[in-house]
């Protein structure tokens, strides 16, 4: 079935020493065939995510239960927001490369690549340029090494994808479809390689099961008894990424 949408506010009422006062909570509710009620802040707002028969009392209840919660993550949230469309690059500026901090440098020329000196691409541009040109360069990075990691593993674990592919996903490091084609995100490329290769070893560990079963976490642990510790990791990266405006 297909998801409901619905912005609806409640009123919180916030005991003060004289009286009441009344905070309004914007909140997106989405009805899903999920289960349970579930509470999300994202990107400086508040998500509710409900079963299709779920009253409207009982959810506006738990949003009230959770009234502390969605206050201490919003602040959070909105300082990430602010943080992220203040975000931008210039010459002389650090960028990370699997793991590892490049400068941005001015050469010569009508190219932008990746060399001894980091980051290079013309002098003069602007701002929003010389991010737009960082993404160019992580794009073409990423194409060559995020393949040349996947093939190396394809071939120790024996799965063999039927293509591999880099996207601009936001959400999704990597993902697997039915027919075994392998999609990778570009921003993943920031990841050290350890990271790298436990993304490149999940989604290959997913041919051969395309769920999160036992087996398939067997098939990731035979080959990187550490994964746990590299997913940690993954998730540092997700958390700097998000005060990072790469759009």
Known sequence: M????NFVQIPLIIPV????????????LIRTNRKTIALYVRDGYVEVRA????PKGDIDRFVLSKEKWIDDNL???????ALRESFALDYGDKVVYRGEEFPIAERQGDRVGFGDDGFYMPPGLSRERIKAACRQIYLMLAKRDLRNRTLAFSKKMYLVPSAIKINSAKTRWGSCSEKRSLNFSWRLIMA?????DYVVVHELAHIAEPNHSHRFWAIVEAVLPDYVERRARLKELQQR???EDWD
């Open 17 to 28: 020493r004289r009286g009441y006062n009344t905070l309004m909570v914007s909140y997106k």
């Open 75 to 81: 602040a959070k949230s909105k300082e990430r927001v």
């Open 51 to 54: 079963p299709m028969r779920t």
């Open 2 to 5: 297909g998801k409901k949408h």
């Open 192 to 196: 050290d390689d350890e990271v790298i």
């Open 241 to 243: 990424l998000s005060a």
